[in-house]
Each structure stands twice: as C-alpha cells, then as structure tokens.
C-alpha cells in the first residue's frame, strides 16, 4: 500500500510538472519591443521609447552596454539622451562573464520597467550573456510587461536568428561586403530569441544593407526580414510592428510556402518577393 501511495504521488508530481511546462511555453510576453536601426537619437524618438515603456515614478531604466568596446562610454551617451526626456533612475549593469551570476545585478535587472541595449558588436553582447541568467533575466522582465530596447548590435541580439555580420566566403568568415544574394552568404548566429518570427537587420537604408538581407531570406523564406534605418524604430507587441522615428523600414517576405531555389551557377532565384517600405505611424502584423 505504501508503495502504491508512492508511485501514484509520483505520477501525480509528473503530471503537474508536464502542465506548468505545457502553461510556460504557451505564455505570451506582454512586454514591449523598442528596435532602433541604429545612428542619432532624436528627442522625439526617445520620447516615443519613454512613451512606449510607460515609465512610473518609481520605475527605473537599466542599461546594458557590453555590446561596446568602451561600455562605459557607450552608457554615458544613451543616458545622456534618456535623461533628457525622462527623470528616472537610470542604472549601468555592465556584465562580464564572471558577474553573470551576481544576484544583486541579476534582481535589478529582472525588475527593471525598461532595459537598453547599446550599440557595438552583437557578437560581443551575446558571448556574455547566451545562455546565461542574465539572458533569463531580459526573458523575465520582457514576460512580465518591461520594455525591451536596443539600438543597432542592441537591435540584432532581438532575434532568435541573429545576423552577426559576417559573411561567409569559402571555408573562411570574414567582415561582409556581401556583393552578392546566395545561400550560406551571412552568418547566423543565436540571439536573444525575443522576436522568433522575423529576422532584423539595422543601419539599413544608410548602407544598403538589400544584399545581405536578400540572402537571408532565400535560407530563411517564412520568417519576414525587417531593415530597420538610423533614427527610425520599430515598435513590437505581440504580432503588431508600429514604426517611429525619422526614416524608414523595409520588410522583405515571401507568400506563404513559397521557396527560393539555387541555380547550377549558385545564384538564388526567388518570385513574387514582396518588399513593404514603412514610415512613421504605418502599422504592419508580423
């Protein structure tokens, strides 16, 4: 009789277990995504992120500069800018791989009503945080409703496929000119995998970034790819895409299963790509 007890209450606890998991992967964030493509900031762009992130009084900002080679120089701008259009307490939360598990930094971050991810390098940024509780920490905060920025690195870290950058030639990876659209052209890597269904790119317009984010939409043809300009944001809540700012964005997709295909020569071949070019106040469902 005991060991019956047992082994019902064992099947009792795995059950409850497999239904918390079951209720944890369908939960849905309801936080906010603020993706600048990078540049200057003006004031009614971080107003509109302010705006975006409902700050209370007693809410706080943290910002998270290990994007940067200069961390601290990197926070010292973007404070610069949020102190202008906002009186909150704004807090540097530069984490290196030996601080990822500080609890005190790990609390603030969790708890933050707004976190901003500077510019840089996302590969950087992502050697210290994938994987890690920090990485929890953003995931967290997002779930619970916080506001979730980044500005170019800080705005590629925002998919789960990351463009790092890089491109591919032969056996080797190299800084990308990418001269060309083909498969296997642009690396990608994990990123913080806050927007699953859409890959972004940044500085777009600025450096005519068409090629590169051509070829990652014949490897990847049922995610959209979103180039966001400098001085122009997106907006993300739930499947709503709202953009701000002073420039443009440009979403590259393709109809529903319709592939790429790869030519003898190499070169990709993809009909009926739609390109959709967004302004201020245009609204699109990813």
Known sequence: ???KLYFLT??????????????????????????IGGGSRSADLMKSLIATAQLKENDYIVVLPMSSAEPDSSFYFIEKDLAKVCSNTITN??????????KSW??????????????GD??????????????QAIAAAYAKGATIAGTSAGAAVMSQQMITGSEFSGDTVR????????????EIKEGLGLIKNAIIDQHFIARSRYNRLLSVLAEYPS????GIDEGTAIIVQGKKLTVAGEGQVIKLSLPPKRKSTVKPTGLVNMRNVQLDIL???DVVVL
């Open 279 to 281: 302004v201020a106040g």
């Open 122 to 135: 996302q590969n950087r940024f992502m050697k210290i945080v994938l994987n890690t509780p920090v990485q």
């Open 106 to 119: 790990l609390d603030s971050l969790g708890k933050a009503k707004l976190i901003f991810i500077t510019g």
């Open 175 to 186: 800084s990308g000119s990418f001269k060309k659209i083909q498969y296997h052209l642009v």
């Open 223 to 226: 995610y959209p790819c979103i």
């Open 93 to 102: 939360l530069n984490f290196t791989s030996q601080l990822v598990t500080n």
């Open 1 to 3: 009789m005991k060991y």
């Open 10 to 35: 064992g099947i009792y606890f795995l059950i409850a277990m497999a239904g918390f998991a079951q209720k944890s992967n369908n939960s849905v964030a309801t936080g906010k995504l603020f993706i």
